[in-house]
């Protein structure tokens, strides 16, 4: 039997969960990496329930903050607080790209952007 939904939207308002915070920490882009180890999903389990709901959404798995949001149906507002805070807390890994430096190299990264693009 499927439990009944709420019509009224969720018990805990979004303000309860950043705990009033609307800004992150820092500021981590909507298609920034994020993943979390085994261990990181364990140590989770004490940071609670939304944090560790948002490590095993990124256990082994690359996920971006849009898709941490839409897996774990959360506001990005809320996933974008409790994601920088994770990161700063050691529980999530950000993989960030190496910046690219000059001209030659941009084209090159859009030109294999580009080839992966039409190989879909």
């Known amino acids: 039997m499927e439990p009944r939904r709420d019509p009224r939207g969720a018990l805990v308002r979004p303000y309860a969960v950043t705990r009033g ?23 989770s389990r004490f940071a609670g329930h939304d944090k560790h709901r948002i490590a095993t959404v990124c256990d082994g798995r690359a996920q971006s903050m849009a898709e ?7 506001p990005l507002g809320v996933a974008r607080v409790l994601v920088a805070d994770m990161v700063t807390e050691g529980l999530l890994t950000l993989n960030t790209a ?15 952007v580009l080839s992966g693009l039409r190989r879909l």
């Open 98 to 112: 190496a910046p690219v430096e000059g001209f030659e190299e941009r084209m090159e990264l859009l030109g294999r």
């Open 68 to 74: 941490i949001a839409a897996y774990t149906r959360m």
């Open 21 to 43: 915070r609307t800004e992150p920490r820092q500021e981590i882009a909507l298609e920034a990496v994020l993943m979390a180890t085994p261990t990181q999903v364990a140590e």
